[in-house]
């Protein structure tokens, strides 16, 4: 079956490198969309509609460069460098930096690599295929999944390609004098694919900044399934734990997260998607204690039809109930969607085009 994994091929350019012997290739995604969504947060208790336009729908807008050298004896070089961008406003993401979304260069051999830099965490990657929507902004819960910290600077990474397994795990430095542990974060995962079906696990650990001697940690664990009932027909399934010691008000303490998926090419340019996602949030911070709110769940249906090889349209569409979309509301301060306090559900569409490069 024909998925859409633009923003993991630009994620994963050890593929590409592996194909070629030498040279750089410069890549992107062009991708914006017009939204309508109700219940917003504005002035007062009640919801507002919203109709905005926004960048990036099933892939956020970006552009980089991705390259290999080869070094004889089955040896190469590689890197990749990738900025995120606005497609509304022409600003750079990731906080203005200029290759917020990658930075790395490493060497490989066979199907092994060893890479240093800004790279994304393992479990992020190695979810990425049983990702309902391949990490869709435009309506997919992707921080939920695989937390606010998907990628970590200063990260040493270890993939290796065994056939139908494949391994990774990373480290990354926090760099914090005084503290090895301080700021630091590690991880791993393995997938594992034999004909129609496949079966992921990964775990993720990020440790605050160490203040008076004490650091907090954040822990994910994910588990994912999909098989391939037809050649047109592919069924998707997960389960990602969260524990976080990092006190914020509005962010999840310690919840589970579910999905299920189902995946349908019905023409050789239209794929249908539709997912489900709950989330059991056993307890929230607020601003002075804990407290165990309602569980939200949320449903995503996607249409996406193909005008050519790198250009596509769409129409998306999600109902929430009890949070904003995507749970963006049990993220904090940094929630994409804000829900108005009165209000608890929250509805979006939007209909956009996406050109890769």
């Avoid at 190695?126 to 902004?137: C, E, F, I, R, W």
């Avoid at 047109?232 to 299920?260: E, I, K, M, P, V």
Wanted: net charge neutral; glycine share 12%; with cysteine.
């Amino acid at each position: 079956m024909k998925r859409s994994l633009v923003g993991l091929a630009c994620a994963i350019a050890s593929a590409t490198a592996a194909a070629q012997t030498s040279g750089i290739t410069l890549y992107g995604v062009a991708d914006a969309n017009i939204e309508y969504t109700n219940n917003n947060n504005g002035s007062g208790p009640d919801g507002h509609s919203k109709v905005a336009l926004n960048s990036g729908g099933l892939s956020p807008s970006r552009w980089g460069l991705r390259g290999t050298e080869d070094l004889g004896g089955g040896k190469r070089a590689i890197f990749a460098l990738e900025s995120g961008f606005s497609l509304d406003t022409g600003v750079s993401t990731q906080g203005g930096r200029l290759f917020g979304r990658q930075a790395w260069v490493g060497l490989a051999a066979g199907g092994q690599q060893l890479t240093l830099g800004r790279q994304y965490t393992s479990l992020f990657l190695t979810m990425a295929n049983y990702s309902p929507t391949a990490y869709a902004t435009t309506y997919e819960p992707v921080t939920g999944i695989a937390g606010l910290n998907l990628r970590e600077d200063n990260m040493v990474k270890y993939h290796v390609d065994l056939g139908p397994l494949t391994a990774e795990m990373h480290w990354a430095f926090g760099e914090q004098p005084g503290s090895f542990q301080g700021s630091a974060a590690y991880g791993g995962g393995l997938d594992y694919r034999l004909a129609q079906f496949g079966i992921a696990a990964a775990y993720d650990s990020v440790n605050s900044a160490t203040t008076a001697g004490n650091y907090t940690r954040t822990q994910k664990a994910a588990l994912g399934l999909r098989y391939q009932i037809a050649p047109a027909l592919l069924a998707q399934a997960g389960y990602r734990y969260n524990n976080n010691g990092t006190r914020a008000t509005n962010t999840s303490s310690r919840d589970d997260l579910w999905w299920f998926a189902l995946n349908y090419q019905a023409t050789g340019a239209l794929q249908l998607t539709g997912a489900f996602y709950y989330d059991n949030v056993k307890s929230l911070y607020t601003a002075t204690s804990q407290t165990n709110p309602a569980n939200p769940w949320q449903v995503t249906l996607i249409a996406d039809y193909s005008l050519s090889k790198r250009t596509d349209v769409y129409l998306a569409s999600a109902y929430t109930k009890n949070a904003s979309l995507n749970f963006e509301s049990l993220n904090g301060a940094l929630a994409a969607y804000q829900i108005a306090p009165n209000e608890h559900n929250q509805f979006g569409v939007a209909a956009g085009v996406r050109h890769k490069f």
